[in-house]
């Protein structure tokens, strides 16, 4: 694919479409992490004189109706301060103002505002692609989804390329799809084993080891025949499971943290061996042979917690995870939401080689899908 720093922008127009859907609480951005995710190409756009006209989503507002709770006013007013430029809202696509302000940075308002989003409209992808010189997709987080603003666009553009974020995302994702420093590590947790199942099915061709955790162990427990209490399970996914663990690649935990609530009611720690038929499984304990092989690896991929961090009565596993990857000297790369607040709450995103701004993009990625951003984007060729 074309990428923005082969490009020359001296004095260009920039539409930049970014992933700035970030949580908010009143007028206030409550995590910044996506925003600063923009920065560099936002810099390096203006340190070439260009203008610039950003573009995202923010919610799941209802689409051609303006709803000031989903409003990027607030997301405006956060980037202003961190760039220390002026950047200004633009609620119309047909507005005068629209690279022809004092402001060298503007925002479109909520691109779901807008009638054809969803819909991959070739008309206001068309619109999106023909309003600055060269159209520049930096929202990896959105990769995933075939939209105006994340695909009909590009097409249409007459010169579209890659931002320098979905640069590196593209670099260090194919890098760890494609490894030579071995032993290659996999960590895979979270809730289920359905929503993790194509990203397992296809790391396991590529990992040497796939340590599971969260309601994801719960499964291949049980489909391995252990008593599992009352934990959450799939028990659809059972016969898959077992299919998996015959590749003897899978790590199971040997010791776990149970409850009968989720409060925190008779919190023990035992035996997998030893579970009740009245307790759930809530958080997995890091065993030796875990901390070794990770500490061994050359590459690791980590995708889900190892239980209900989120309570510090079940958040051990996913802590100490996090801070045997964040001392080991493996190349590191982490993505999805859960995982990234996990790095937040326990050690530095710099303990980690590369943080993925992706969740389900990620995911795809990971599986070895071709994400539709990416396709087309690869399709285009300079002035086509």
């Known amino acids: 694919m074309i990428n923005l720093s082969s490009l020359e922008i001296k004095n260009k127009n920039l539409v930049i479409r970014v992933d700035m859907n970030v949580p908010i609480s009143g007028d206030k951005v409550l995590d910044t992490t996506r925003i600063t995710a923009c920065i ?3 810099n390096y756009a203006l340190k070439n004189n260009a203008k610039i006209l950003l573009v995202s989503h923010l919610g799941r507002p209802t689409e051609s109706v303006f709803e000031d709770q989903f409003s990027l006013k607030p997301v405006a007013a956060c980037l202003s301060e ?5 950047v200004e809202v633009v609620d119309q696509l047909d507005s005068k103002k629209i690279f022809n302000s004092a402001s060298r940075v503007q925002i479109l308002e909520n691109i779901r505002f807008f009638k054809g989003e969803k819909d991959n409209s070739d008309e206001l992808g068309s619109i999106l692609g023909s309003l600055g010189h ?3 997709f930096d929202a990896f987080g959105t990769a995933h989804r075939k939209q105006a ?24 994702l194919s890098q760890a799809l494609n490894v030579d420093d071995r032993p290659y590590l996999a960590v895979i947790g979270g809730a289920k084993v359905s929503t ?5 099915k296809h790391i396991s061709n590529v990992a040497d080891h796939i340590i599971v ?15 599992i209490g009352t934990s959450l399970v799939e028990d659809s996914m059972l016969d898959v499971a077992k299919n998996i663990l015959n590749h003897k690649k899978i790590i199971l935990p040997k ?26 499984i809530l958080d997995a304990c890091l065993e030796q042979e875990v901390i070794s092989l990770i500490y061994s690896a050359k590459t690791i991929l980590w995708n889900g917690p190892m239980g209900v961090f989120e309570n510090i009565y079940f958040e051990e596993g996913t802590r100490e995870l996090a801070k045997a990857i964040a001392t080991s000297e493996a190349f590191s790369i982490a993505g999805g939401g859960e995982t990234l607040s996990a790095i937040n709450k326990y050690i530095k995103l710099d303990d980690v080689s590369y943080c993925s701004t992706g969740g389900g993009a990620f995911l795809e990625f990971m599986e070895g899908k071709v994400l539709p951003s990416i396709e087309v984007l690869n399709s285009k060729e300079i002035g086509s």
């Open 40 to 42: 560099p190409t936002i």
């Open 82 to 86: 961190i760039i220390d430029e002026s």
């Open 134 to 136: 060269i159209y520049v």
């Open 149 to 172: 603003s994340t695909h009909s666009a590009i097409k249409h553009a007459s010169i579209a390329c890659a931002g320098l974020l979905m640069e590196k995302e593209n670099s260090f």
């Open 196 to 200: 993790k199942l194509e990203l397992i």
């Open 213 to 227: 955790g969260g309601g994801i162990a719960n499964t291949f427990l049980k489909a391995s025949g252990k008593n």
């Open 255 to 280: 010791r776990v943290v149970t409850s009968k609530t989720f409060k925190g009611e008779n919190v023990n720690k035992k035996s997998i061996h030893d579970i009740l038929e009245s307790e759930m």
